[in-house]
């Protein structure tokens, strides 16, 4: 059996749909938390809501935070039926369920949040019953959901099961020269990052993907890869052959 990974679906992943079979034909026990960045930024279009962004998160004033849920959880569904009417039994979930995901608010953007703790015993228990987890990275705190990053949320969760995080993205890794497919960087430590990032190589937004890696290595993932999602991308990981792995 390969290696059980967390993969973290992008929510800005065109043709997500186009995944489904290379996830559902995985022959390792998954985690999935996905985004849904599009879906959630149309419907708040569709209600004329403006969407505003801070460092990259989306501030969700309380008002909005229900559309937020309800775009992810919709998202969550219709990927866990592609994968189920492919043979691999799935079931779509947020951080509210069992109260999986616990947060800390960031009050400056809203009921925008970052995961504190992840209770991981749902999750085990879908896997022995040979399910495959979809998580929607919305986290609790005592005032009730926080709207998390979905990076972050993953990161958080594959350092809580001790797995492996694989970030699939619309990018193949880390390139010394972004038109140059040869300069993929295979592997990369933080001291290296901490220098691409210094000679201007790593920027814009590469820049919070690499961290979602390394916030994934701090939290416990023995290793954690950004790869472009594509037919046969996890095995091309796992091999080496494919997106940039990260270790400490």
């Known amino acids: 059996m390969s290696e059980a990974l967390l993969v973290k679906v992008g929510g800005s992943l065109r043709g997500a749909e186009a995944l489904l079979s290379e996830l559902a034909s995985y022959p390792g026990p998954l985690v999935l938390v996905h985004g849904g960045g599009p879906e959630i930024g149309a419907w708040l279009g569709r209600l004329g809501y403006e969407s505003r962004f801070v460092g990259g998160l989306r501030v969700t004033p309380p008002e909005q935070l ?20 492919r043979g691999r039994k799935a079931l779509a979930l ?9 947060g800390r608010a960031l009050p400056e953007l809203g009921r925008v949040g970052e995961v504190v703790e992840v209770e991981v015993g749902l999750l085990q228990d879908l ?7 979809l998580l929607a990275p919305i986290a609790l705190d005592a005032e ?4 998390v990053n979905a990076d972050t949320a993953a990161g958080a969760v594959a350092g809580a099961l001790g797995w492996p995080a694989v970030f699939l993205t619309d990018v193949e890794g880390v390139y010394r020269d972004p038109k ?36 994934a290595l701090r939290a416990g993932a023995p290793w954690a890869a950004i ?10 990981v796992l091999r080496g052959e494919a997106g940039t792995r990260f270790t400490l």
Do not use: H, W
């Open 94 to 102: 947020s951080g509210r369920d069992a109260l999986c995901l616990k």
């Open 66 to 85: 229900e559309v937020v849920e309800m775009a992810l959880y919709l998202t969550g569904k219709r990927l866990a039926e592609g994968l189920s009417r």
């Open 144 to 147: 009730g959901p926080l709207n």
């Open 180 to 215: 140059d497919p040869r300069t993929r960087f295979p592997r990369l430590t933080p001291k290296e990052v901490e220098a691409l990032k210094g000679e201007g190589v790593i920027q814009g937004g590469m820049i919070p993907k690499v961290e979602a890696t390394l916030s």
């Open 227 to 236: 790869a472009k999602g594509e037919r046969g991308v996890l095995e091309a």
């Open 127 to 133: 896997l022995a019953k040979g399910y495959t987890p």
